[in-house]
């Protein structure tokens, strides 16, 4: 009886923890996706989006960032480039969406091996337009 009590009390207290723990997200890459990119980069990432006509350089074939990054998804980079970093690139079109994807941030490895805060809107994004990948 003795050991019932605390056991009694850390499992109540593990259910308090899950009560208070906030309910996970949907994931909100779909919809940054059509809201932000669909229009150049097209609805499934291939460049002809309908503002695509005109644009010099034409809109990257997102499909394709992985084939010309030697079959890996180059995370980091391409959040960079969302946010805005068009490394060294003057003729990119690329607006910044940083501002737009700020908020709630969550704990992120983009396969670099170094774990920061980073805006969860901006992550699900990321992984979205990994999802594309031909």
């Not at 005109?54 to 992985?66: K, Q």
């Not at 060294?88 to 920061?116: C, K, N, W």
Request: aromatic share 6%; charged share 15%; proline share 10%.
């Amino acid at each position: 009886m003795k050991f019932a009590t605390p056991a009694l009390v850390a499992l109540g207290g593990a259910a308090l923890l899950i009560a208070c723990t906030p309910a996970p997200q949907a994931d909100s890459g779909p919809a940054d996706y059509a809201l932000f990119c669909a229009s150049c980069h097209g609805p499934t990432g291939k460049g002809d989006g309908p503002a695509a006509a005109g644009l010099a350089p034409p809109p990257a074939d997102l499909t394709r960032i992985s084939a010309r990054s030697g079959g890996r998804f180059p995370r980091l980079q391409v959040m960079g480039r969302i946010n805005g970093y068009t490394m060294g690139r003057s003729d990119s079109h690329m607006p910044q969406f940083s501002e737009l994807l700020q908020g709630e941030t969550v704990m992120y490895d983009p396969g670099d091996g170094i774990t920061a805060p980073t805006p969860a809107r901006l992550v699900a994004l990321v992984e979205y337009v990994e999802r594309l990948q031909e």
